[in-house]
């Protein structure tokens, strides 16, 4: 066959190989057996009732529902200054570059050989007697390859890349999360440790009060030293109470100076007034099971690698077969004073198949992606299951603390109206002053019994909104679960 016939069947021979290309392994669809396709998977949470939680879908930036700039500003300062998220920025971006990496496999190589040496090339090597002599030697090769698809690896290694991007986009969002969170609470347990170091020493005033007059009554001897002693004790058992408020607030201040990325010193007291905690004046929208699972970024992470592992199975099915690849090259190759002449001009054009027959070894890497797929599958499944417990096990927490945050208040009001009444006593002389200090001493008691339910509310809210997996939409989405690769 002379070389321009050859040159003719090329592409003939191209066209065949390319129409016998078949891709092996798995398609991937979510299976139907998942636990994300169960109906009761995708309907109302039974704990979204009442005045804790409704079925309204949960906005964006939810932590905007407590209506405080001051947290809003600190919510975006960690979004563009905390160090995990620029390590899972750092992370996605190397994703991406994978998948550049990958397709470009599916592109033409080309590459450049050239080198001199000066060397004695073997006499025998040329069916030559005689030993040949030392001499300049020259070689300048371009060469070009490209390889058939012939079996889908490269296109299942795409599919992995671009799952494995999702993946870590779904990561990335997750980091989103947990910072968001972290700062509302952090911010939370600075206010709520303030406003509970106040009621504390308020409850404190009023022993030292009775200490006071505990201690005006033995020197009228109308108390003995016991009463004293006892008055005393209580007046310090509530001040040891007061430096676990200070550390709670500045524990909540260092760990916002984290989150923010700053030092602890960068971040001075003042720069976090809360002079009052934030509320929620609406039940939190909880959407249901449906929205949650496309919004949680652990479910979207768990189904891209489910993806990511259905892929590998046909890669890891392609290597059973042979490969083929076409390349040419052009060049020159003989002595360095000659290159460029006749003589020392070479090239190739043509298919080169490869094949590694399939061994035990081989078809063994085929089920190990089986059974990796297998357990993607269930450690999908385990993730779903896992959000929806947590959603209902955080809006239960928070539905019966508010219940006791309920009774509490109404045993507020009865204690405010029993020092009132015992005040008028008082005044009227009536009742003696110590039946008033009692009265009040209750109701110091009943409003730090309150701000220490106040602030178990305000970390039960934010262990709902961290189930409900809001709080990184701003950023870039990856598909649903349901979604098929792009």
Not at 156 to 179: H, K, P, T, W
Not at 434 to 458: F, K, N, P
């Amino acid at each position: 066959m002379t070389r321009s016939s050859l040159l003719q069947r090329l592409p003939l021979l191209a066209a065949a190989a390319l129409a016998a290309c078949t891709t092996v392994g798995p398609d991937y669809h979510l299976p139907d057996n998942a636990a994300l396709q169960r109906p009761t998977a995708k309907a109302a949470f039974a704990q979204a009732s009442g005045p804790a939680a409704d079925a309204a879908p949960l906005p964006d930036g939810w932590w905007r529902l407590y209506r405080s700039a001051e947290l809003d500003a600190l919510v975006e300062q960690a979004l563009a200054a905390n160090t995990s998220l620029r390590v899972a920025t750092a992370h996605l971006r190397r994703a991406a570059s994978l998948v550049t990496a990958v397709d470009a496999e599916r592109l033409p190589h080309a590459g450049v050989k050239a080198g001199v040496k000066r060397a004695r090339e073997s006499g025998e090597a040329f069916l030559l007697p005689e030993q040949l002599p030392v001499m300049n030697e020259g070689e300048l090769v371009v060469g070009a390859s490209y390889q058939l698809d012939l079996w889908g690896q490269l296109k299942r290694g795409e599919e992995a890349a671009e799952a494995n991007l999702q993946a870590v986009e779904a990561a990335r969002d997750l980091a989103r999360i947990s910072v968001v969170s972290q700062v509302v609470q952090a911010y939370l347990q600075v206010c709520h440790a303030q406003t509970q170091q106040h009621a504390a020493m308020g409850a404190l005033a009023l022993r030292e009060r009775s200490l006071a007059l505990a201690e005006r009554q033995e020197a009228e001897g109308r108390a003995t030293r016991a009463d004293v002693l006892q008055a005393q004790g209580l007046v310090e058992t509530q001040r040891a109470a007061l430096p676990h408020f200070d550390a709670e607030r500045e524990a909540g201040l260092y760990r916002l100076a984290y989150l923010l990325g700053r030092t602890p010193q960068e971040l001075a007291p003042e720069q976090v007034a809360c002079a009052a905690p934030p509320e929620l004046a609406q039940a939190i929208p909880a959407g249901d099971g449906a929205t949650l699972l496309k919004r949680r970024p652990d479910v979207r992470q768990a189904e891209r690698e489910l993806a990511v592992a259905t892929a590998h199975i046909g890669v890891a099915t392609a290597e059973l077969y042979p490969s083929i690849s076409f390349g040419a090259s052009l060049g020159v190759l003989g002595l360095a004073g000659h290159l460029g002449e006749p003589a020392t001009q070479t090239f190739s054009l043509g298919p080169l198949l490869s094949w590694r027959i399939p061994d035990a070894g081989s078809r063994a890497r085929v089920r190990m992606a089986e059974a990796d797929q297998q357990a993607a599958l269930a450690r999908f499944d385990g993730v779903v299951l896992q959000a929806l417990a947590e959603v209902e096990s955080a809006l239960s927490r928070y539905r019966h603390d508010l219940e006791r945050l309920s009774a509490l208040r109404q045993a507020r009001a009865k204690a405010a109206a029993v020092a009132q009444d015992q005040q008028r006593y008082v005044e009227a002389g009536r009742r003696p002053l110590t039946t008033a200090l009692e009265s009040r001493q209750t109701l110091a008691a009943a409003d730090v019994a309150l701000t220490a339910e106040g602030a178990e509310i305000a970390r039960d809210q934010v262990q709902v909104f961290l189930a409900l997996g809001g709080g990184w939409e701003s950023g870039d989405t990856a598909q649903p679960p349901d979604a098929q690769p792009r």
